[in-house]
Structure formats: C-alpha cells, structure tokens
Nanobody, 115 residues
Framework: QVQLAESGGGLVQTGGSLRLSCAAS????????MGWYRQAPGHQRELVAF???????NLPEFVKGRFTISRDNAKTTVYLQMNNLKPEDTAVYYC?????????WGQGTQVTVSS
C-alpha cells in the first residue's frame, strides 16, 4: 500500500502562485509515475500534470506555461508549482500515484483563486 500526504492548497488572488506537495510513503518501490488531477464542482476530474518514472511529463494545454511538475531525487515526493492562477483553476487538487497497475489517490487539497 502507498499512503499519500498532500499539502499546499489555499486561497490566492488571480495571478498569484501556490505550490502543492504530495509525499508518498509505505510501499513506494515500483512507483511508475506521480501527478495531479483536479475536480471542480459540477465537473469531472481532469489531469493537471503527470510525471512518469523516467521523468517524462504530461501537462494539458490549459496549464502549460503556468504550472510545472517536479519531484525529489528519491521519486517519492511530487510538487506542482502553479503560477498565474486564474479563477477557473479553483478546484480540489488530488495527488495520483501509479504503481504496478494500481492507482492511489490523496485526500485532496482545496485551491481557491479569487477574482
């Protein structure tokens, strides 16, 4: 089992920045990738950023140039640096870890961007 601990959400004004962190613990060997999804009220959960085992990243167009995903050398903590935040970025952000065909989700952290 993998346990995930998220931190870094909060309230920020339009144009501001936040940095989310997600630390994995437990059975972390064999992690294939780590990333972030988000879900706004009335919307489906969507991919925000993902990094696979070798460091290849996947970010959708709506965050490119604003969000950056990174991780620590141990590959057990993933970060999401969010710059130039917009009100439409308001959502609950979930950490996602994929390991040997299984998925693990964090509890979610609220990000609210005021206009």
């Amino acid at each position: 089992q993998v346990q995930l601990a998220e931190s870094g959400g909060g309230l920020v004004q339009t144009g501001g920045s936040l940095r989310l962190s997600c630390a994995a613990s437990g059975s972390t060997s064999g992690i294939n990738g780590m990333g972030w999804y988000r879900q706004a009220p009335g919307h489906q959960r969507e991919l925000v950023a993902f990094m696979d085992r070798i460091g290849t990243t996947n970010l959708p167009e709506f965050v490119k140039g604003r969000f950056t995903i990174s991780r620590d050398n141990a590959k057990t903590t993933v970060y999401l640096q969010m710059n130039n935040l917009k009100p439409e970025d308001t959502a609950v952000y979930y950490c996602n870890v994929q390991r040997w065909g299984e998925e693990y989700w964090g509890q979610g952290t609220q990000v609210t961007v005021s206009s």
